[in-house]
């Protein structure tokens, strides 16, 4: 090695110090699909320093290994983990096991094109409050609507009539957020994500409607690059597992006052059972026929990406994010500290008042192009607050 250039003099000065060894230790694999891609992007280079911390990415390869130890032979598992302060990768967990064939565990699920769910439903909104076209508590209608020939429907199949934004977002029910996709447009919400530092890549090259339900592809580790931006009350950072790669990006998600709104009401999700203390903002998605379970949070310091699902996007029947994605998100909170750390107070200019108080035009929402129609009689319908929370 000395002769070929791989070790400087020093290395090799202080290995011949060593103690001969006295016990077989395991060899260390820690985080092999970003090794792989680290050292694909510079072949030449023979060290790859990275901003990982060893403890926590040994930690959460061990749990994405115990995630799905009962759950199926071709199930696996993907947890991206960043400082959203620094832009700094602290953990990259591409497979629940890389050497597992039977899960694809050879592919890195962190940088695979799969479907969000509706972990980008809180960008519509954010994109909302910005316009001035909605506010938390502005009532927003939850009925039968269609665009042409485009219905879309809730998951559950049922309406719930007039109710809060706040409450829209939280439930994540699909009608609402396509009335406000019509409004700002879905190529704005595209645009959005791009100047947050993700890729999104559209079927056929163009945004219909159901961009907010799922209807693009995006990566893990992009869909955490968008929520740091959200974390960071709108000003984008790109993520980097690479010392020094990290950098503010130039051109703000959206205002300050529309990030923390959004945070705000994903904060007042109901947390699953044991969950570590404190406010997590955060969101679950199931993509359509249950091929990919979501869920993406963030504290005050970090963010954190969970996928679950197959890597040759069969299936998973009974899947959903909040099931099989947001335990995990919660766990992996939880090895990071104790206590989450808070989130950011409001930015002086957002306005916190209860719906009667808002300005008129604010106070209930009226799409432009959307046919409303009324309730048919004997539709299923729901009361406006549900007692459990609404896992999607």
Same mark, same amino acid.
């Given at each position: 090695?000395?002769?070929?250039?791989?070790?400087?003099?020093?290395?090799?000065?202080?290995?011949?110090?060593?103690?001969?060894?006295?016990?077989?230790?395991?060899?260390?694999?820690?985080?092999?699909?970003? &090794?792989?891609?680290?050292?694909?992007?510079?072949?030449?280079?023979?060290?790859?320093?990275?901003?990982?911390?060893?403890?926590?990415?040994? &930690?959460?390869? &061990?749990?994405?290994a115990r995630s799905v130890r009962f759950s199926g032979d071709r199930l696996s598992v993907a947890i991206v983990v960043a400082d959203h302060r620094?832009?700094?990768?602290?953990?990259?967990?591409?497979?629940?096991?890389?050497?597992?064939?039977?899960?694809?565990?050879?592919?890195?699920?962190?940088?695979?094109?799969? &479907?969000?769910?509706?972990?980008?439903?809180?960008?519509?909104?954010?994109?909302?409050?910005?316009?001035?076209?909605?506010?938390?508590?502005?009532?927003?209608?939850?009925?039968?609507?269609?665009?042409?020939?485009?219905?879309?429907?809730?998951?559950?199949?049922?309406?719930?009539?007039?109710?809060?934004?706040?409450?829209?977002?939280?439930?994540?029910?699909?009608?609402?957020?396509?009335?406000?996709?019509?409004?700002?447009?879905?190529?704005?919400?595209?645009?959005?994500?791009?100047?947050?530092?993700?890729?999104?890549?559209?079927?056929?090259?163009?945004?219909?409607?159901?961009?907010?339900?799922?209807?693009?592809?995006?990566?893990?580790?992009?869909?955490?690059?968008?929520?740091?931006?959200?974390?960071?009350?709108?000003?984008?950072?790109?993520?980097?597992?690479?010392?020094?790669?990290?950098?503010?990006?130039?051109?703000?998600?959206?205002?300050?006052?529309?990030?923390?709104?959004?945070?705000?009401?994903?904060?007042?999700?109901?947390?699953?059972?044991?969950?570590?203390?404190?406010?997590?903002?955060?969101?679950?998605?199931?993509?359509?026929?249950?091929?990919?379970?979501?869920?993406?949070?963030?504290?005050?310091?970090?963010?954190?990406?969970?996928?679950?699902?197959?890597?040759?996007?069969?299936?998973?029947?009974?899947?959903?994010?909040?099931?099989?994605?947001?335990?995990?998100?919660?766990?992996?909170?939880?090895?990071?500290?104790?206590?989450?750390?808070?989130?950011?107070?409001?930015?002086?200019?957002?306005?916190?008042?209860?719906?009667?108080?808002?300005?008129?035009?604010?106070?209930?929402?009226?799409?432009?192009?959307?046919?409303?129609?009324?309730?048919?009689?004997?539709?299923?319908?729901?009361?406006?607050?549900?007692?459990?929370?609404?896992?999607?």
């Amino acid at each position: 090695m000395e002769g070929a250039g791989l070790l400087a003099p020093d290395r090799i000065a202080a290995a011949e110090t060593e103690p001969v060894p006295t016990a077989r230790r395991n060899f260390p694999v820690l985080a092999p699909h970003l &090794s792989q891609r680290l050292r694909a992007a510079t072949p030449t280079q023979t060290v790859h320093p990275t901003t990982l911390d060893a403890g926590l990415q040994a &930690s959460l390869e &061990s749990l994405a290994a115990r995630s799905v130890r009962f759950s199926g032979d071709r199930l696996s598992v993907a947890i991206v983990v960043a400082d959203h302060r620094t832009g700094e990768i602290l953990a990259s967990v591409g497979a629940a096991d890389w050497t597992d064939d039977a899960r694809a565990g050879f592919i890195d699920m962190t940088q695979a094109l799969r &479907s969000p769910g509706s972990t980008l439903k809180p960008f519509v909104y954010g994109l909302a409050f910005d316009d001035g076209l909605a506010h938390p508590e502005t009532l927003i209608e939850d009925r039968p609507t269609a665009y042409g020939t485009y219905a879309p429907q809730n998951f559950d199949r049922t309406f719930r009539g007039t109710i809060p934004v706040r409450e829209a977002l939280q439930l994540s029910l699909n009608i609402p957020v396509v009335t406000l996709t019509e409004a700002v447009g879905p190529a704005r919400l595209l645009a959005a994500l791009e100047r947050a530092g993700a890729k999104p890549v559209v079927p056929g090259g163009q945004a219909g409607l159901a961009v907010a339900l799922g209807g693009v592809g995006i990566s893990l580790q992009d869909l955490v690059q968008a929520y740091a931006a959200l974390a960071r009350l709108g000003r984008p950072v790109r993520l980097s597992a690479s010392p020094g790669g990290a950098a503010e990006l130039p051109q703000p998600l959206f205002g300050r006052e529309a990030a923390w709104q959004v945070a705000d009401i994903l904060a007042g999700l109901a947390p699953p059972p044991n969950a570590p203390r404190g406010r997590l903002a955060y969101k679950t998605g199931t993509s359509y026929g249950h091929r990919d379970a979501l869920a993406v949070g963030f504290d005050g310091r970090h963010v954190v990406g969970v996928w679950m699902g197959r890597a040759d996007g069969t299936p998973v029947p009974g899947a959903f994010g909040g099931d099989l994605a947001a335990p995990v998100l919660f766990e992996v909170f939880g090895r990071l500290a104790p206590t989450l750390t808070p989130l950011p107070p409001p930015p002086p200019a957002t306005l916190i008042v209860p719906n009667a108080r808002l300005p008129q035009p604010l106070q209930r929402f009226r799409p432009r192009g959307a046919l409303f129609s009324t309730v048919a009689p004997g539709a299923p319908r729901l009361p406006s607050r549900p007692t459990a929370p609404n896992w999607r």
